[in-house]
């Protein structure tokens, strides 16, 4: 069997089957998701492909991530999320782009990943990023992307983060941080992209401070009512530069949805 330029493994994939693909140095993409688990000896047999550059993955062990990083042309890895027990340590490949990973990662596998010069964008939903490690974070020279959705985040973190001369989209939704906190990222004048859905309503006054935004996202949960439509309205007109919008939870009439349309390129859930 003749491994394609994009190889899906099946559920039941064996280690000893990817060792009798022809053609497998010409691999640039494996797609794992299908797999219970993304485990050590599948990533020891694929790091070794030298066009192997993305992976996507389902649950993964950290020994997994450790082991295919050292595939010499990887530049994403995508995962739904990483075990509990143990840490990511070194990381070895210096071509990682973007790295992705859905649940479980601490702040210690920040501490991993910001070793890694070449990283543009971290997806981390869910994960845990203290203070210490978001400085570390904070001084990747390269870092224009993080999403911190849902993770374990404190304004003391996001003040960290706003030492960052490179990031601009950040995603903060559904976090523990406060209008103190998104008011520190007035000192980030790069900053382009912002996420603040379903964080405390007092957010929303922070937003002026950030007049270099061109996209932002907020609003609230489906049941929730303590923004008010008008004071989105008004915080969105004080943006000069803004360009996309998602309002998601945010109650609009329909000529209210037809002025931002006309103005914006518009997400309105």
């Given amino acids: ?6 190889l899906t493994l099946g559920a039941k994939t064996h280690p000893k089957q990817l060792q009798r693909l022809d053609g497998k140095e010409l691999t640039r993409v494996v797609d794992a998701t299908d797999l219970q688990l993304f485990h050590l000896g599948i990533a020891r047999e694929i ?33 739904f999320g990483v075990l509990a027990h143990g840490a990511l340590g070194q990381l070895t490949s210096g071509c990682l782009r973007c790295f992705r990973c859905d649940s479980g990662l601490t702040s210690p596998d920040f501490r991993s990943l910001s070793r890694c010069a070449a990283l543009e964008s971290i997806g981390a939903q869910n994960g845990h990023l203290s203070q ?11 870092l224009s992307h993080l999403d911190l959705e849902g993770a374990w985040l404190t304004d003391a973190a996001v003040a960290e983060l706003a ?34 859905w379903a964080l405390e309503p007092r957010v ?18 489906e049941d929730a009512d303590a923004l008010t439509t008008a004071r989105v309205l008004e915080v969105l007109e004080a943006l000069p530069k803004l360009k996309r919008v998602w309002l ?22």
């Fill in 132 to 142: 210490a490690a978001a400085a570390e974070v904070a001084a990747m020279p390269n």
């Fill in 1 to 6: 069997m003749a491994a394609p330029y994009e």
């Fill in 163 to 196: 030492q960052s001369r490179s990031l601009e989209s950040l995603y903060i939704c559904r976090t523990q941080v406060t209008a103190e906190g998104v008011r520190n990222l007035a000192r980030m004048p790069q900053l382009r992209e912002l996420d603040v």
């Fill in 204 to 221: 929303i006054d922070a937003l002026v401070e950030l007049p270099g935004l061109e996209a932002i996202t907020l609003g609230q949960f």
């Fill in 47 to 79: 790091a070794g492909w030298p066009e192997l550059e993305t992976v996507y993955a389902g649950e993964t062990t950290r020994a997994a991530v450790r082991a295919v990083s050292k595939a010499a042309n990887l530049r994403e890895f995508n995962s």
């Fill in 248 to 269: 998601d939870g945010v109650r609009l009439n329909e000529a209210q949805r037809a002025d931002l349309e006309a103005r914006f390129t518009c997400q309105l859930t």
